[in-house]
């Protein structure tokens, strides 16, 4: 008790902070997600994510090795798909000569020991700009399900280590599990996105992927059906361990920050590891008030970064990974 105990003690300098700080970020929590687009010397700044880019895959193969050379060793890979070759059915997700078939060979040309993770679902690839198969204003489950471990065995022939179900599909990783282990692919992880929420902080990252759903008639104006509601925090434990049972390897909770509760229930209740999406929305917010001088850009970008791995998460998918990992030193 006070005086015996000061807890003011372990707060005096720097030194001690460091010594007893209970919340390290190193450059191993970090998954780096990826842009690919087409073409050749293409390094596009995304309008709505400054000082983020889509990459054509010579770039991209530059950009794996610095990641490389910087400590990071995770990426999530995610593909911006000419309207020409969408449809309803993400037809072109199965090509394997597709985009994302060959970023992944890109990525293990230019560092073979660097882990993939690919993004399953196809709002990519639709025309509807959809996780799943439209009809009648529904986005048929089962249908979608079947598409997407097709899809899934794909990017596993293509080499990719992980696959990552983003598309909140009813019973799709189990679907997806059955279809790499029939294939031979039984060393294939699958990181779900177990508790992905109907969120408003997506809108930069589909800007950057073209990949909102269309303004139609007979089209549903958003991914509510799918995607979790916000308000709802039990569901998520439901949700995530069903993904285990079905045979998830690692889960995640998107978006982040408006999150954290969440993900403190679901490291509280599973022994897997828990990943977090940082999401678009979360990065484009501090850019804009960094830029204004109204926020500490670093300052604020890490605190953010320790709250959620605070939080409980083992895994930080984050557009702030070079700029945390810089300023690591």
């Not at 003690?9 to 450059?27: A, F, K």
């Not at 599909?169 to 059955?178: A, N, Q, S, V």
């Not at 403190?264 to 209740?269: D, G, K, S």
Request: proline residues 4%; hydrophobic residues 45%.
């Amino acid at each position: 008790m006070y005086p015996l105990r000061r807890n003011r003690r372990l707060r005096t300098n720097d030194s001690i902070r460091h010594l007893v700080r209970e919340t390290i970020i190193t450059p191993s929590d970090f998954l780096v997600p990826l842009f690919v687009v087409e073409g050749k010397g293409v390094k596009e700044e995304i309008a709505s994510m400054p000082n983020y880019y889509r990459l054509s895959l010579d770039n991209l193969e530059k950009e794996v090795k610095e990641l490389w050379n910087m400590g990071l060793c995770a990426v999530l890979l995610f593909v911006k798909v000419p309207d020409n070759l969408k449809d309803n059915k993400g037809t072109e997700a199965l090509n394997p000569n597709g985009l994302m078939q060959l970023a992944i060979k890109a990525v293990k040309n230019a560092c073979p020991d660097m882990l993939v993770m690919t993004d399953v679902a196809l709002d990519p690839y639709s025309s509807l700009g959809h996780d799943g198969i439209v009809q009648d204003r529904q986005i048929l489950n089962d249908e979608t399900s079947e598409i997407l471990a097709e899809m899934s065995v794909s990017h596993a022939d293509a080499g990719a280590d992980f696959v990552a179900p983003s598309d909140m599909m009813d019973g799709r990783i189990l679907t997806i599990r059955e279809a790499l282990e029939d294939e031979g692919h039984v060393n294939k992880g699958i990181m779900s996105y177990s508790a992905k929420y109907a969120s408003a902080f997506y809108g930069p990252f589909r800007d950057a992927l073209d990949s909102a759903p269309v303004d139609m008639k007979n089209v549903p104006k958003d991914k509510k059906t799918y995607q979790m509601d916000s308000a709802n925090r039990f569901e998520a434990i439901t949700e995530t361990q069903a993904d285990i049972d079905e045979g998830a390897d690692i889960v995640m909770v998107k978006p982040g920050l408006a999150y954290l509760d969440i993900v403190r229930e679901i490291r509280n209740e599973v022994d897997v590891p828990v990943a977090v999406y940082q999401v678009s929305g979360e990065y484009a917010m501090l850019k804009a008030a960094a830029e204004k001088g109204w926020l500490d850009h670093d300052a604020v970008m890490m605190e953010q970064l320790v709250a959620i791995k605070r939080a409980g998460a083992n895994i930080i998918a984050s557009y702030f990974a070079k700029d945390a990992v810089r300023l690591m030193g």
